[in-house]
């Protein structure tokens, strides 16, 4: 298998879960300004949107879409996560939904208005509830389904944009704990770590 990836951008969640659950993978950085990869390749022709994360498959084939990768490389390892069919499992489903629609989508706009402090405080209103609404849910928890999963990947990799984006999480104290609790995962440091070393200076 190999993950297309940026440095720290979505394709960091499914990168953790490579670490995460003990599974071997190559890696390749694209620059999505050029659309090339680190190899010299066209990315149009590996994913044809044009974003990351892309998986290709040892089959050749190419899997797209963080929340279908993340499932993908979880059913792999079936002793992890809730199993296929319980509640469990599909509150897990719900978690990375909510986190694709809700959150991740909700940083779009921030990165955009990035340089425009004014643009950027508007934005940061509107991903507001979605962030009290984190914070309550994780008051007393380690994890979001209680121990660590797939939607904890995506989760992690979501907020820990507010970083880059100097965005003060101060009001949401369970969320930042939850935060610094996921930087310390070994397999979240080696993802990351992974990923200052394969990418440009």
Known sequence: MKLYYVAGACSLSPHI????????????????????????????????????????????????????????????????????????????????????????????????????????AKGFEKLKPRLAFLNQHLQGKDYLLGQFSLADAYLFTTLSWTSYLQIELGGYPAVMAYLERMGQRPGVKAAQEAEKELSPA
């Open 17 to 120: 879960l490579l670490h995460e659950l003990g599974i071997k993978a190559e890696l390749e950085r694209v620059d999505l300004s050029t659309k090339k990869t680190a190899s010299g390749q066209d990315f149009l022709k590996i994913n044809p949107k044009g974003y990351v994360p892309a998986l290709q498959l040892d089959s050749g084939e190419v899997l797209t879409e963080g929340v279908a990768i993340v499932s993908y490389l979880g059913s792999l390892k079936p002793d992890f996560g809730p199993k296929p069919g319980t509640l469990e499992f599909f509150r897990q489903l719900e978690w990375l939904t909510f986190i694709s629609s809700e959150i991740h989508k909700g940083f779009g706009p921030l990165f955009a208005a990035a340089s425009d402090p004014e643009v950027k």
